[in-house]
């Protein structure tokens, strides 16, 4: 996706005039303050090109809300009345430059070629900052992510904000809560993460909160300090935060409310400042109504919500994701002359990507190791799991449903044919995430033979939280026999 920048100016030779001289660049216009707004909103270019005088309103208090939506786009302000007090002012607004009219085209293609080129070594030092933390990091090149990135940078610059960040499971929820992190002024302090599905509720109580010596059978006999006190002036991240237990719940609000907890088993108050952002792949408003989240806590928590969308939402970043985690693991693998063959980035691109970057990732890597040569070909990448729709009257929806063949009226033999093994089928036009999530699980565990740790691998979840899932499934189903089968 190329770069994009933004003419703000109420004269149309000027704008056309520049949107000539940038060829090769998508240049979009707007000839008052209020339409620029409203397409740094919607467009969120790499570069504004601003008029002082606008038919609105003055440039440099537009330039002001303009960084609110953005705080780190670059501003040229352009016009025809510089003075020594106007460029002092225009730096006191984190103005990029300052070009009085009338201005020579190469000025202009030299100082904006800069300003973008500083903004690629940005994302570079971003991503190798990623590579060296072992963590891909986040890659925005269409409009949605975009969005995500600049409602990060500002919420960055607020350090005791409660943020929930809510998406599908494999977006990067854990990415975005890092991208605040290290923008904040909390970055030099802890980012500490745990995941609130992957352990019981007496541990989850023990891990976030700490406890005292004999405070339960086995407790350390010194005592054990919590994730929240270790990250005192840093950030936690409560991931999967749906999955907390209600009485848990009620802790995490107090400590949301007055910054304060008690240790398990403690008789004192311990004070702490911290951020805490929190992530689920739940709807958590369904979660309030069905009385399993406390809706409190749910609104404490949604100060500042941010919706990461998913892989398929945002086509434009699949390849750059791609070429950047084929950069990171072909070396990490010792093959670091890999590449993708046209028809694998054709595939990549066309692919829906249910288990979103994470499903990506594992493409990549699967396909670094069993590649036979140094091009990656679409074979390589086992893009198999195929979901196909067949209209809705030929088959009713159960959540006990399994895969495809046997579980409901067959299709025409021509599909039958067509379905690639391990298919999954569902009515065309079904979008109840609910439904779809019920034939996945099911899928999975006919798919392992009802292993349920295998099953959790394969949805890219963890053992807990699919018996959560399956509970919900059907609240009479004991777990006892899953225990016992998966240990004989």
């Given at each position: 996706?190329s770069?994009t920048?933004?003419?703000?100016d109420?004269?149309?030779?000027i704008r056309?005039?520049?949107?000539?001289a940038?060829?090769?660049?998508?240049v979009?216009?707007?000839?008052?303050?209020e339409?620029?707004?409203?397409?740094?909103r919607d467009?969120?270019?790499d570069?504004v090109?601003?008029?002082?005088k606008l038919p609105d309103g003055d440039g440099?208090?537009?330039?002001a809300?303009?960084r609110?939506i953005?705080p780190e786009?670059?501003i040229v302000?352009l016009?025809g009345?510089?003075?020594?007090d106007l460029?002092?002012?225009?730096l006191?607004q984190?103005?990029?430059?300052?070009?009085e009219?009338?201005f020579?085209?190469e000025?202009?293609?030299?100082?904006?070629n800069?300003l973008?080129?500083?903004?690629r070594l940005?994302?570079?030092v971003a991503r190798?900052?990623?590579?060296?933390?072992g963590r891909?990091s986040l890659?925005?090149?269409?409009?949605?992510?975009?969005?995500v990135?600049a409602l990060?940078?500002?919420?960055?610059?607020v350090?005791g904000?409660?943020?929930?960040i809510?998406?599908?499971?494999?977006?990067?929820?854990?990415l975005?809560?890092?991208?605040?992190?290290?923008r904040?002024?909390r970055h030099e302090?802890?980012f500490v993460?745990?995941?609130?599905?992957a352990?019981?509720?007496?541990l989850?109580e023990a891990?976030l909160f700490?406890?005292?010596?004999?405070a339960?059978?086995?407790a350390d006999?010194?005592?054990?300090a919590?994730l929240?006190?270790i990250a005192d002036g840093g950030?936690?991240?409560?991931?999967?935060v749906g999955e907390?237990p209600?009485?848990l719940?009620?802790?995490?609000?107090?400590?949301?409310?007055e910054?304060?907890?008690?240790r398990v088993?403690?008789?004192?108050?311990?004070a702490?400042?911290?951020r805490?952002v929190a992530?689920?792949?739940?709807d958590?408003?369904q979660?309030?109504?069905?009385g399993r989240f406390?809706?409190?806590l749910?609104?404490r928590?949604?100060?500042?919500p941010?919706?990461v969308p998913?892989?398929?939402e945002?086509?434009?970043?699949?390849?750059?994701?791609?070429?950047h985690?084929l950069?990171r693991?072909?070396?990490?693998?010792?093959?670091?002359?890999?590449?993708l063959s046209k028809?694998?980035r054709v595939?990549?691109?066309e692919?829906?990507w249910?288990?979103?970057?994470?499903?990506l990732?594992?493409?990549?890597?699967?396909?670094?190791?069993?590649?036979?040569?140094?091009?990656i070909e679409?074979?390589?990448l086992?893009m198999?799991e195929?979901?196909?729709s067949i209209?809705v009257?030929n088959?009713?929806m159960?959540p006990?449903?399994?895969?495809?063949?046997?579980?409901?009226?067959h299709?025409p033999?021509?599909?039958?044919a067509?379905l690639p093994k391990?298919a999954l089928?569902?009515?065309?036009?079904e979008?109840?995430l609910a439904?779809?999530e019920?034939?996945?699980?099911?899928?999975a565990?006919?798919e392992?033979?009802?292993?349920?740790?295998r099953?959790?691998?394969l949805?890219?979840?963890?053992?807990?939280?699919?018996?959560?899932?399956?509970?919900?499934l059907?609240p009479?189903e004991?777990?006892?026999?899953?225990i016992?089968?998966?240990t004989a």
């Amino acid at each position: 996706m190329s770069d994009t920048i933004l003419v703000v100016d109420d004269e149309s030779s000027i704008r056309h005039a520049i949107t000539r001289a940038f060829s090769g660049i998508t240049v979009r216009e707007a000839e008052t303050g209020e339409q620029a707004l409203a397409l740094v909103r919607d467009a969120y270019p790499d570069l504004v090109l601003l008029d002082q005088k606008l038919p609105d309103g003055d440039g440099l208090a537009f330039a002001a809300k303009i960084r609110a939506i953005d705080p780190e786009l670059p501003i040229v302000l352009l016009t025809g009345h510089g003075s020594v007090d106007l460029a002092v002012d225009a730096l006191k607004q984190g103005i990029s430059d300052f070009i009085e009219k009338p201005f020579k085209l190469e000025r202009l293609r030299t100082t904006v070629n800069l300003l973008l080129e500083k903004q690629r070594l940005g994302r570079q030092v971003a991503r190798l900052s990623g590579k060296q933390s072992g963590r891909q990091s986040l890659i925005a090149h269409g409009v949605a992510m975009k969005r995500v990135m600049a409602l990060v940078k500002r919420v960055a610059g607020v350090p005791g904000t409660t943020v929930l960040i809510q998406g599908e499971s494999g977006v990067g929820k854990e990415l975005v809560a890092k991208a605040i992190h290290e923008r904040s002024s909390r970055h030099e302090k802890q980012f500490v993460a745990i995941n609130c599905a992957a352990l019981s509720e007496n541990l989850l109580e023990a891990e976030l909160f700490g406890y005292e010596k004999g405070a339960f059978t086995g407790a350390d006999s010194k005592g054990k300090a919590g994730l929240f006190e270790i990250a005192d002036g840093g950030t936690i991240f409560l991931d999967e935060v749906g999955e907390m237990p209600l009485q848990l719940q009620t802790k995490l609000l107090r400590v949301l409310q007055e910054r304060r907890f008690r240790r398990v088993g403690g008789l004192n108050d311990v004070a702490v400042d911290v951020r805490v952002v929190a992530a689920t792949n739940r709807d958590l408003r369904q979660e309030v109504a069905g009385g399993r989240f406390r809706q409190d806590l749910y609104y404490r928590l949604r100060v500042v919500p941010i919706q990461v969308p998913a892989l398929r939402e945002r086509p434009e970043d699949i390849l750059p994701i791609a070429d950047h985690l084929l950069k990171r693991l072909g070396p990490e693998l010792g093959r670091p002359q890999m590449q993708l063959s046209k028809n694998a980035r054709v595939a990549m691109s066309e692919y829906a990507w249910p288990g979103n970057v994470r499903e990506l990732s594992n493409a990549v890597e699967r396909a670094v190791i069993t590649a036979e040569g140094d091009i990656i070909e679409a074979q390589d990448l086992c893009m198999d799991e195929i979901i196909t729709s067949i209209p809705v009257q030929n088959m009713q929806m159960s959540p006990m449903m399994t895969s495809a063949p046997a579980s409901v009226p067959h299709p025409p033999v021509a599909d039958v044919a067509a379905l690639p093994k391990g298919a999954l089928i569902i009515p065309a036009g079904e979008r109840n995430l609910a439904r779809v999530e019920a034939l996945l699980v099911r899928a999975a565990l006919a798919e392992t033979g009802g292993q349920k740790s295998r099953a959790a691998e394969l949805l890219g979840i963890n053992r807990t939280t699919l018996y959560n899932k399956l509970r919900e499934l059907d609240p009479s189903e004991s777990l006892h026999d899953e225990i016992v089968a998966e240990t004989a």
